[in-house]
């Protein structure tokens, strides 16, 4: 008598839950970091990329409801399941949202390598990003989309019941590369940033806020790491729909990770406000990082809006404007080396009486001038 189907475990929800929640999070960003930034700069190319990538990410969300109607999150001799029609389709979804999986993560390396170009870097810095463009396309692009692609007929890429023949097929040895340059290319994007925070002039609290949400990114290099390890179990599976549970979650996380994380930077005035209140005042402490260069910021290369200024108005834009000026705004910022003298007018309305005077409040005006020794 065969087991009553309810019995079988069914990891379905746990798939849908993780993944699509991270994602709606990811995606919700994303808007954020797009709109905030619309009104302040024009849209660069890292934002575009972003967009993209965000797109792919829902998409691969709507197609894995499709995987795990059809299968995914049951074993594969769950009497639920319909043979064969339901690991066809299965295996033709999945093999789907493998495609735009690897796409989406691709363009997402892109954008944030086209967020750190726009940096000032140095030579050392900008070959390292280059670098990790180079190895995004070769590794974490081509030679995994050779193995979706390389069987005839058509297919067999996604139907292994065929008697295909494929070009490429994907050994351990490959597999553990992609990984290793998917986790080095992570650490990169996290690294490069929080070292060069270190060579511009910035408040303590801009410095912690910044290296927070930098390390964030943490995550989705955890995200690679497990998904190499589930990767590689998978090679001999049995139980694919089964077994790659796992895979799908980590792959899944990843992604939605990585654009949560890179839409975070253009954000910071928002999150330096939150950690004012989190973070203990020895960090919120307004004093520059002793020994840095004096910069008036994180500079990016065509970022702002053109500004017009009035008559009697600072030139200066204000903090969150850009990623240009990243640095907050002190009226002593403009005097090399001068003395700062504070004078205090007190203006009072002569149509007032005694009374009011000595009662009423009073308008307080400083106005601030540099003395050169």
């Known amino acids: 008598m065969a087991a009553n189907p309810t019995e079988w475990p069914n990891r379905g929800a746990e798939i849908l839950g993780s993944s699509l929640s991270i994602c709606i999070l990811s995606t919700a960003i994303l808007v954020w970091r797009i709109v905030y930034g619309v009104k302040k700069r024009k849209l660069l190319v890292c934002d575009y990329l972003l967009i993209i990538s ?50 989406a993560v691709a363009i997402l390396k892109w954008s944030i390598c086209a967020y750190l170009l726009a940096l000032k870097f140095g030579t050392i810095y900008t070959s390292i990003v280059w670098l990790s463009i180079a190895m995004v396309v070769a590794f974490n692009f081509v030679i995994p989309m050779l193995g979706l692609f390389s069987c005839k007929p058509f297919e067999a890429n996604w139907n292994k019941a065929l008697k295909g023949r494929c070009f490429f097929k994907a050994n351990m040895g490959l597999t553990y590369t992609q990984g290793v340059s998917n986790i080095l290319t992570d650490v990169v994007y996290i690294v490069a940033p929080i070292l060069y925070l270190s060579s511009v002039q910035l408040s303590r609290r801009t410095q912690w806020s910044l290296r927070i949400v930098f390390c964030i990114g943490i995550i989705a290099t955890i995200c690679s790491i497990f998904k190499t390890i589930e990767l590689s179990a998978l090679q001999k599976t049995k139980d694919p729909t089964w077994d790659g549970v796992n895979l799908t979650i980590w792959s899944a996380t990843e992604l939605s990770v990585g654009i949560l994380v890179a839409s975070l930077p253009p954000l ?22 002793p020994g840095t260069r004096s910069r008036s910021g994180i500079q990016m290369y065509n970022i702002s809006k053109r500004n017009t200024t009035t008559m009697g108005r600072s030139a200066i834009r204000t903090d969150g404007d ?48 540099g003395i050169k020794e």
């Open 322 to 369: 850009s990623e240009q000026d990243i640095l907050p705004d002190h009226p002593s910022s403009n005097i090399d080396g001068g003395i700062t003298k504070t004078v205090v007018h007190n203006i009072i309305s002569e149509e007032r009486s005694d009374s009011d005077v000595e009662t009423g409040p009073q308008n307080t005006y400083v106005s601030y001038g």
């Open 54 to 103: 965000a797109c792919l990410n829902v998409v691969t969300a709507g197609i894995r409801i499709k995987t795990v109607v059809h299968g995914q999150g049951r074993h594969i001799g769950d009497p639920s399941i319909s043979k064969p029609y339901d690991l066809l389709q299965y295996s033709y979804y999945l093999w789907i949202n493998q495609i735009l999986n690897l796409t």
């Open 268 to 289: 910071r005035k928002q999150f330096d406000r939150l950690f004012r209140h989190i973070l203990p005042s020895t960090f919120t402490a307004g004093t520059k990082t």
